[in-house]
């Protein structure tokens, strides 16, 4: 039987346990997008509290992208000694970090596909190439592609959100063109065995969207790719969340997810309500899903993971409430007894 705490890999990845910190924008990056000394003291913390792989909170790869307060950019080679710190401070524990690669648009606005160049599109295709070296550079152990939420590369996959007549819009081949191409010059750019995780979408939940016939058709070319491994979330930032409909009040894209880990080798992890540990480790032996990775009760619980080796029979304390989005101050979870960490 497999457990939560089995010793696994993911490529070159070695993962002391299953559970790994999805991609949380903290809000405590400087003006220039650099982690500041609170920021790395949430690492810190979660690194020390046990978890299996941290994903960093969107960083932002592009030198012209307006990005929200305090979010980390990784646009130019001047930031590298300042996330080689943030690497060195996980490893110090034994923990592997893996960067989230985003592109959140442009002047402060959301970018849509139809706004885009094709000069455009080459240019970013480029800048994650570049952002992801810099990555290798600073230390870290592998890149995430942020391909879901209704950001600008997300929005390509959806066929109401996407109204390009080119190659880059219609049949589901070209909807997914643009996420294969960033994958495909990160490949090559860092290297055979340099782990690439994608964060993909099952669903916008928008009537006919074509998000999951596009996602199960990037999953398997992909898979060509050599991707690591595939983090199966839904929604679009801003809409209601969990979405209505699903059949599940954990773990919630577990149906989709189930299907990608049954049509690819790439190993899943699963996103979006995933709380308890029986759920979780019943999926584990029943589904081939194979991860399980958790925003919002990391905040609340930054030593879950190592609470969980000692209390498999409890939940995570996180009520889901979403007062962690948005705080002024830096996204803390208001019920933490000490939120943000020591600074
Ligand atoms: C405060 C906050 C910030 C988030 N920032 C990111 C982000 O930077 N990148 C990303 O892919 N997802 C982000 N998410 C979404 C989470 O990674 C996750 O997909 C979602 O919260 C569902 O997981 P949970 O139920 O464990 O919170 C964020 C969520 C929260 C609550």
């Known amino acids: 039987m497999k457990t939560l705490f089995d010793e ?3 490529g070159t990845i070695q993962l002391r346990n299953r559970l790994v910190r999805s991609s949380t ?3 405590m990056a400087d003006e220039t997008g650099r982690p500041t000394p609170r920021l790395i003291q949430v690492y810190h913390d979660l690194a020390y509290g046990g978890t299996g792989l941290i994903i960093t909170s969107a960083t932002t790869i592009a030198g012209d992208a307006t990005h929200p307060p305090g979010m980390l950019a990784i646009n130019d080679n001047s930031s590298i000694p300042a996330f080689q710190e943030l690497a060195r401070t996980v490893h110090e524990a034994g923990v592997p970090i893996v960067m989230q690669l985003v592109h959140p648009g442009r002047d402060g606005v959301m970018w849509t596909p ?3 160049t094709l000069d455009d599109i080459q240019a970013i295709v480029k800048g994650f190439g570049d952002a992801a070296i810099r990555a290798q550079k600073a230390g870290f152990d592998g890149v995430e592609i942020h391909a879901a939420h209704g950001y600008f590369l997300s929005q390509f996959m959806n066929v109401r959100k996407n109204t390009r007549t080119d190659e880059y819009g219609g049949p589901v081949e070209n909807r997914m063109r643009f996420l294969l191409e960033i994958a495909e010059v990160i490949r090559a750019r860092t290297g055979e065995t340099f ?3 994608v964060k993909i979408n099952c669903s916008d939940f928008e009537e006919d969207d074509g998000v999951w016939d596009a996602t199960r058709a990037a999953c398997k070319d992909l898979a060509k790719f050599g991707i690591s491994a595939f983090e199966i979330s839904g929604g679009v930032n801003g809409a209601q969340f969990p979405p209505q409909g699903l059949p599940y009040e954990e773990s919630i894209f577990r149906d989709y997810a189930t299907e ?20 979780m480790t019943e999926l584990l032996n029943t589904s081939g899903i194979r991860y399980f990775s958790l925003s919002r009760p990391f905040l609340r619980q930054p030593d879950l993971a190592d609470y969980w080796k000692e209390n498999p029979d409890r939940a995570a304390e996180c009520i889901s409430c979403d007062s962690c989005r948005n705080q002024p101050d830096g996204n803390v979870c208001p019920f933490r007894e000490s939120p943000g960490g020591e600074i």
Do not use: F, M
């Open 25 to 27: 924008w903290e809000a």
């Open 260 to 279: 990608i880990a049954r049509t690819t080798a790439v190993p899943v992890i699963l996103v979006g309500c995933n709380r308890t540990p029986s759920v």
């Open 8 to 10: 696994t890999c993911i």
């Open 195 to 197: 782990p690439v995780l």
């Open 114 to 116: 139809k706004d885009a």
